[in-house]
């Protein structure tokens, strides 16, 4: 079906590590995929994308990997901060224009 | 420069009343959406629109209409609200939609309760 999904619901991290957030999806013919962020209280913020013809893409401290064969995307965060914590959902865009998101990961900052 | 707002902020209403959460826009974006988000569920997508006069359901799309009679505007309206509508609703502009053309910028929601 058409859905996508995350692993964890909550990932704690310390301060100064790096953060991997996972997503699984189903749909093989999406071909765009977004990470969005969301602080308590405010609507999600775009952090990176990548397209299905690319594998890997980096932003400021982000990374997002994409494996096509296993339907998996995750995103790396370097050097993890207490500015980091959030929501992080990743979105899919479908064929048919509808973009679809997951249920969403709590990272946590340890001190 | 605005981005994506949304009013009211926050609303309660009776069971089976009716109102419409504004959304607008001056980014000229084409494309248009709105998002349900309950605890747990992550944001559901309700309707959407690519761009004035045309508008097609999403994945929770009952007892919710939309129309888009302009770039600029896109408003929800709960017909006969329940207390499963009770929720926090987001309106999302990108420039474009199927292909990746840009990510969506999201007002900051409306918080709707529904007694």
């Known amino acids: 079906g058409e859905s996508v999904g995350l692993h964890l619901p909550t990932l704690s991290v310390q301060e100064g590590d790096n953060s991997i957030i996972n997503c699984a999806y189903s749909?093989?013919?999406?071909?765009?995929f977004i990470w969005y962020k969301q602080e308590s209280g405010k609507g999600p913020q775009f952090i990176i994308d990548?397209?299905?013809?690319?594998d890997k893409r980096q932003g400021q401290r982000v990374t997002v990997l994409l494996n096509k064969t296993v339907k998996h995307l995750s995103l790396q965060i370097a050097a993890t901060q207490p500015g980091d914590s959030a929501v992080y959902f990743c979105a899919e865009n479908m064929w048919d224009d509808k973009i679809i998101f997951g249920k969403g990961t709590r990272l946590h900052i340890l001190p | 420069n605005a981005g994506v707002t949304q009013t009211p902020k926050f609303q309660v209403l009776k069971t089976g009343q009716s109102m419409t959460l504004q959304c607008a826009q001056d980014?000229?974006?084409?494309?248009m959406s709105w998002y349900r988000q309950d605890p747990g569920m992550g944001l559901r997508l309700i309707h959407y629109?690519?761009?004035?006069?045309?508008?097609d359901q999403g994945e929770v799309p009952n007892g919710y209409n939309v129309s888009r009679s302009t770039t600029e505007d896109f408003p929800l309206r709960l017909l006969s609200a329940a207390p499963s509508q009770t929720s926090v609703y987001f309106c999302?502009?990108?420039?474009?939609?199927?292909?990746?053309?840009?990510?969506?910028?999201f007002g900051e929601g409306s918080r709707l309760t529904v007694l």
């Open positions: 749909n093989s013919a999406s071909d765009y």
């Open positions: 999302a502009s990108s420039y474009g939609g199927t292909g990746g053309f840009g990510e969506l910028f």
């Open positions: 629109s690519v761009g004035a006069g045309i508008t």
């Open positions: 980014m000229n974006h084409e494309y």
């Open positions: 990548i397209r299905s013809n690319m």
